[in-house]
């Protein structure tokens, strides 16, 4: 049997099995079907504390995992199949590994933006196309972005990439925006912000190098036109990666695990959620590590018996 376990190999899965390691409790990382999690997705992190001149995304988390196994962290290939809490350790079924016992669980499994799923998006990320403006914002300085949705995300992307872009254009496939009448407002009120409502995005257009445009269809007359722009920002969504856990753990209603504030447990004793599967919020890389540490001291607390029967009273 494992003393613990750790789901994922973002920010938040590294940074507690750094500590794990450190502390001798011999964690064992599985890594999923993208080691390293988003930040594999971006180009360079400057916002990460202690790189002066910004670090690539998958050359920080290449770190990440190789100080982890410095201390002595296993790290293993699979895809975790099932779960069964049912018991005072837990049981994982992980594809090419078969079955692993653990008294503690770390789940640092993530979220993943959603996207349209249109022409031209997947292969010009990094090319133009960003589902992250606090990440990529900074690139587009002087330049035209276009965003698209109309939640809060999008609101709040929009008035934040203002401080770079020259233009920022809302393209939302509805005359009525999602988001709080609060964002709305603030959004409505920036005059660099130009609206394209009920506009349904087709395609993102590129001269092979860069972005250069998004082709939308108004819904009301399906007329299509390109908006020339330099970038497209997706900001329609976060689905945390909690399915392979099958409604054993309690999340809230779009998914997201609940932990006690303040900690990483979750309803389940020696279960414990850290980095973007419980945090729709803030979903920052620092944030992610900040929780990654607290999963690793909640769980070492817990399997050293500080935390022991009454779950409850710890929470
Ligand atoms: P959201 O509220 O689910 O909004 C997603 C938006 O994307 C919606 O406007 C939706 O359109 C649009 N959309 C979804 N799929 C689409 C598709 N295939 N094609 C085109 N458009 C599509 O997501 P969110 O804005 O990321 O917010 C998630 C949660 O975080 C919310 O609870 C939000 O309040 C919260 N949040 C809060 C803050 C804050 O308070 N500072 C900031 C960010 C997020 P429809 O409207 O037509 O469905």
Request: hydrophobic residues 35%.
């Amino acid at each position: 049997m494992e003393k613990v376990v750790i789901l994922g190999t973002g920010p938040a899965g590294l940074t507690a099995a750094i500590y794990l390691a450190r502390a001798e409790m011999n964690p064992v990382v599985i890594e999923g079907m993208e080691p390293g999690g988003q930040l594999t997705l971006t180009t360079e992190v400057e916002n990460y504390p202690g790189f002066i001149d910004g670090i690539m995304g998958p050359e920080l988390m290449e770190n990440m995992k190789k100080q982890a196994e410095r201390f002595g962290a296993q790290f293993k290939r699979g895809w975790v199949t099932k779960v069964d809490f049912t018991s005072s350790t837990h049981k994982l079924e992980v594809s090419g590994l078969g079955e692993i016992e653990t008294q503690a669980l770390i789940v640092s499994t993530g979220a993943t933006a959603k996207l349209l799923d249109i022409p031209g998006e997947k292969e010009n990320i990094g090319k133009g196309v960003s589902t992250c403006a606090t990440c990529d914002g900074f690139f587009f300085r002087g330049k035209k972005v276009i965003i698209i949705g109309g939640g809060d995300s999008a609101m709040e992307e929009a008035n934040f990439l203002t401080k770079f872009a020259s233009e920022v254009h809302v393209v939302h496939r509805r005359d009525n925006l999602r988001a709080s009448k609060i964002m709305q407002n603030r959004a409505k009120d920036n005059p660099k912000i130009k609206w394209h409502l009920n506009q349904t995005p087709l395609e993102v257009i590129s001269d092979g190098k860069s972005v250069t445009g998004l082709k939308v269809k108004d819904n009301s007359t399906n007329e299509e036109k390109v908006i020339e722009i330099d970038g497209v920002f997706v900001a329609i969504g976060h689905l945390p990666n909690t399915d392979f856990l099958n409604g054993q753990i309690d999340t809230d209603e779009t998914g997201y695990i609940r932990v006690t504030p303040g900690t990483t447990n979750t309803n389940i004793p020696g279960v414990f959620a850290c980095g973007d599967v419980q945090d729709k919020k803030y979903r920052q890389a620092i944030t992610a590590a900040g929780t990654g540490c607290m999963a690793a001291l909640d769980s070492e607390k817990y399997i050293e018996g500080e935390i022991t029967q009454d779950w409850s009273q710890s929470l």
